[in-house]
């Protein structure tokens, strides 16, 4: 397939306010294309019980790892529904998406009698919601899931648009499926015990939301005091961040152009997070795709046109709040290398997705290796490389 480079502007949906309540499930067969409940939780024992009620399931499963296991679960565990309740704690981190991990959890469901009328509730980050919801998409040909997701970058980005799946072969998310949860309750409050790296590790992908969003979005993101965090005044924030991205997901389920809006910052971004793993010293995800953002919008500033003040104001942001990623020109062929395996790419073609300004997509870009190790340049010189 060629590449045809496309220019999108979100729909005015994407524009509007927050709706907190989705359809969710009505007892048919769930479609793959089924949209998500999404619940800004203000209670969650009331919320998670209401859904859990709805749902009439058979058993009830949980899933957490050893964080949420010890910081998260006695949250939960007072609830009537959920005594007695099997409870699995997997290992905490990505190292443990694996398909031996995904095999322990088939076993512990078909040896505790889960039905296809069960349900899996997923507390946990990134991690627990992406296994979990490919446990669930593949026991018994599809039960349903529940994502209560801890972590910021789970709430805003993991847990929401039903990408599920493993790790396999070396490869990240090699194996998965499109699986959307029945429901995904957000409880803002697990956010208070994270530390400062997860916690700017989730809002790179709120920049990034406000980015191809509206310039009022990313406005209030990038005003926002990072140093004194406000869990009341984010919260609302982080519901609009949900928003923008169930709005593109609902449109494009299954990343076939609109979705591709969510790449933003992750070609340059998957790139550094492979140079750090490579060179033994692994940096969080979110913090490649703030340091992707900066060099990805570079890129979008030469070749759509994006505003050089935003563009500005962006790397300020991201020098302040992340520090620097930092690299030698000696690296650019390797970071260039890894672009060129990214598994966005189509017949080898780097795909970026680049902006004509906030909210203005230009999808399914290219740019050769001397403009990207232009904007490697601009990286280094901008964040003090
Ligand atoms: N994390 C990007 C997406 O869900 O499409």
New binding site residues.
Partial sequence: MAFQPEALSLCGKCRSSIRTERCGRTGKEKNTMDRQKIVICRNLEQELAEVLRRGGYDRIFILTDEQTHRCCLPVLSVMEELKDVPEMSIGAGDVHKNLQTLSAVWTWLSEGGASRHSVLLNLGGGMVTDLGGFAAATFKRGIDCINLPTTLLAMV??A????TGINFNGLKNEIGSFAPAACVLLETGFLRTLNAHNFFSGYA?MLKHGLISTPQHLDELLAFDTGHIDYDALKPIVAKSVQV?EN??EQDPH?HGL?KA??LG?TVGHAFESLALAEGRPVLHGYAVAWGLVAELYLSYIKAGFPREILRLVTDFVRANYGLFAFDCTKYDLLYNFMTHDKKNVGGIINFTLLKDVGELSLNQTADCNTIFEALDFYRECMGG
């Fill in positions: 980005d993991a929401v648009g039903g990408k992908e991205k593109i997901v990343e979705r969510l790449n992750h």
